[in-house]
């Protein structure tokens, strides 16, 4: 068996960014991709309060959390959002929001950029990131769990 670190690139010019999101009742994670190369990963665990949210809106954050730490990469130039939840693609065009929606909405009209639909079972690795529980590394075999407490610090640093 060989391990390995997937390899993270630097971004070159501002044509063909990528994000594809998730979000579960853990976090909210995404990965920034740029001509099939990954750039950065970043995952956020939620709060006590946001497990509450309807996953609609937590898709919808997810979004939001990926535009604004990626900011410097993603502002003024197009980019395609993916996320495995399929109504977001309407979500522009939708006539009735929440509140919360209508101010999530407010934060991503500055950007160019399209919403689509990335089926769930295709989606990986923001489903993995969505699901990373920050603090237990339980499941981890033990010689692994120090490498696996690196994954999480650099995770929630946005590296």
């Known amino acids: 068996m060989v391990d390995y670190c997937p390899v993270l690139t630097l971004p070159e010019g501002t044509q063909g960014?990528?994000?594809?999101?998730?979000?579960?009742?853990v976090g909210l994670g995404c990965v920034l991709m740029q001509n099939d190369k990954v750039i950065v990963y970043a995952f956020i665990q939620l709060k006590i309060h946001e497990k509450n949210y309807p996953i609609h809106d937590l898709e919808l954050a997810d979004v939001v959390f990926a535009l604004k730490i990626w900011l410097h990469y993603l502002y003024g130039v197009h980019v395609d959002v993916f996320t495995d939840h399929k109504s977001l693609q309407y979500v522009f065009s939708q006539k009735e929001l929440n509140l919360r929606q209508r101010r999530l909405l407010e934060l991503l009209k500055d950007y160019d950029m399209n919403i689509l639909y990335h089926p769930g079972k295709a989606n990986v690795v923001a489903g993995a990131l969505s699901r990373l529980s920050m603090g237990s590394t339980t499941h981890v075999e033990e010689g692994k769990k120090e490498l696996a407490k690196d994954v999480h610090r650099f995770a929630r640093l946005g590296v």
Do not use: P, T
């Open 17 to 25: 960014f990528v994000v594809y999101c998730d979000a579960s009742r």
